[in-house]
């Protein structure tokens, strides 16, 4: 029996390790292809409980946690995160920012993935912001790591009433599995009003 919670606060860093788990296994796969470590984890993720508006999500399958969401207020972000909404003249504290969605494979397709948006749109409104936004990567068609059956997520964001912005764009930089070194990569920003 899956279930869905809200935390934030001590509850919220509690569960760090957790959400360090899931990205590390969940975004080793295509598209994100990411070497992750715990220590660069536990470094980066203490961002969320460190920030005012900081929320996670988590998703339970008993007392295990299978899946994982964040969300922030953009003007809480990093400068990275923040630039191409700056570069744009847009008003950053009108905006809250949803990080990472993570679930097992073995719990996809149960609505758990819907649950994350509705309740990260629930925490922005709470929070009094009107408009929410996420990133993708983009990588090449042609990538030789790129699985032929994968089915992209475009359709499920645009179910979801979010808007591909091509106008909006960030680098982000980690190592890919099989490299030596980080990369940049393209990450394409996705909008909706609430
Ligand atoms: C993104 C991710 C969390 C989505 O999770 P999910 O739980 O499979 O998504 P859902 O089950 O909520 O939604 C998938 C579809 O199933 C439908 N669905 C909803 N409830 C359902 C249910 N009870 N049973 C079956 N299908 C259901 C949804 O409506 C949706 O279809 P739609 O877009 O046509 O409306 C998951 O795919 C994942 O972890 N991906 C890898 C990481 C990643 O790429 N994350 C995003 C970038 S950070």
Redesign the pocket.
Known sequence: MLTVARLSGAQMRERLEDLARLRIT??R?W??LYEGTMEHEREYLPRYPDAKTGTLIVARDGDTIV?A?TALGLDEESDYVRKPFEAAGMELSRIFYF?????LPQ??????????FEEREKAARDHGYSQTA?C?VVRPDDHPARPHDYEP?D??WG??GYQRRGDLVATFTWQDIGDTAKTEKPMIYWMKSL
């Open positions: 969940v975004f796969d598209p994100y899946g969401s990080g990472e969605s993570v679930l719990y996809r397709g149960q609505g758990v993935g819907v649950r994350f996420f993708g997520l359709a499920f179910n979801r």
